[in-house]
Each structure stands twice: as C-alpha cells, then as structure tokens.
C-alpha cells in the first residue's frame, strides 16, 4: 500500500512540470497565444513603423474541411506591407491545422457551421483579448471571410466593447438559413436541421453603437448568398448601427480582393 502512495505522490509531483510544458510549448507570442489551457496557433506581422499603441488586426479563415488554411496569413502580410503601425495576426481557428503543419486547441467540428457556436467563438475571442493586452493595442480590427465572418460578427455581438470595426466577407450571417442552403447546394446531410446557435442578425441589436461593421459579399456567391449580407444589413440599421455595405463582382473566394483589401486599409 504504501508504494501506491509513493507512486501517486511521484504522479502529482509531475503536474505542474506537465502543465509548464504545456506553457513553454505555447510561449512564442509571435506564432501563438496561450488563454487558461488553450493554445491557439497564430501568425504575426508588423509594420516597419509601430507606436506604443498600434491598431491590431485579427484576420479569421473561413471553413476548411480538406485545406489546411493560410488565406489568414496572406491577407495579415498584405495588410503591413502597406500600412504603418499595426500589427496583424492570421489566426488559426480552433482545430485546425495550418500550411505549416501546427493545429490549434479544440475541435474543428463538422464544418457545417458547429464551429460558430460560443466555445469555439470564447477561444477565439480569449485569445483578441490577450493580443490586445499584450501589443497595447490603440485600435482592433476583427476581419473574417465566410465561416470567419460568422465568427467575427458573432462575437461583436457577444462581446459588444472588444472590437473597434468588423470586416465581415461574405457572411453566413444567418447560419440556419446558409445551412439549408448548403444543403440543397451540396446534399450534404449533416446540412440538415437547425443548430441551437444564436447567429449574429439575432444578436444585431447588442453590437455596440460604437463599433463600425463593414460588410462585403459578391453578387455571384452560390456558398454565402448575398441575401444573407443584406439581411444583417438591414437588421444593423434597423438598430441604429454604423454599418456599411458594399456588394461587388465575383463569387465566394474574396478574402485577397482589391475590393477586400481597400476596405482594410480605410478601418486602420
């Protein structure tokens, strides 16, 4: 008996060496952000200029089932290759992996629009609060494409003073209804029924009065219908929100466009 003692003792002694592993494999807070016990995978870029009290830039990847995301990385590079003092973060969505072989905490989920609910989006809004204490950021800026901009205007409207302006880019923004959609574009079965996710045109009223929202969708998007971002649009209005939208040529992939890209450049 009193060697299974022992061996318990050697077994709690190790847990706070196991926990500091974990923290020292989650320290380099250029390539990721560590919130409680999760870690969530990021990539940073800074503009050859920085005040004390930069603008910081999130930018969200939509869903991607088969792809290991990096469009995040891409667009975060562009956006300091031409803009002074601010830094910006391609952020690796909870399960993911990314094009360089790292994943972030949590599940990835079906990709069927299970990945918008409210643990996924605290992770993802966990890990804004931190970088913005950290970088001392003056500004943020919370930019998402597709399933990303589900996110990112879910948590503005959950989380009402964090975010100074959203950039939502081709919007599920009403997540029940984009489900049937996919449903009948993809016959795809996990598509079907209603999720008990509140989407973000039922949480237009919380956004703060003091967050700007940019909205941009294409007018041959068969993914996110652009009735979907005219929906919010009205919704925001209706609430007195300071909500623009613009809607231009194309299809679903938007997120590099020059149209996306001068929408950015102006919120900074």
Known sequence: MKYIFFITGILFSLLPTQKALAKSACSNIDREVLVGELCTKIETYKSQENSDNPTLVIALHGDSA??????QNRVAQKIVESNDN??????????YKDDFGRKSDGEMGLTVGDNYDDVRVK???DAIKSLKHIHKAGKVVLIGHSGGA???TRIIGLYPNLINHAIAISCPCDINAWRKDMLLRNEYEPFRGDLPISSPIELAANVSDKTKISLLVAKMDDVTKPYLTKQYY???KKHGKNVEMKIIEGGHNIFQTNAAMEIISKAL
């Open 234 to 236: 009205r919704e925001l």
């Open 86 to 95: 601010v830094i910006a973060v391609g952020m690796l969505r909870p399960g």
């Open 150 to 152: 589900a996110i990112t």
């Open 123 to 125: 992770q993802i809004t």
């Open 66 to 71: 088969f792809i290991r995301p990096f469009v």
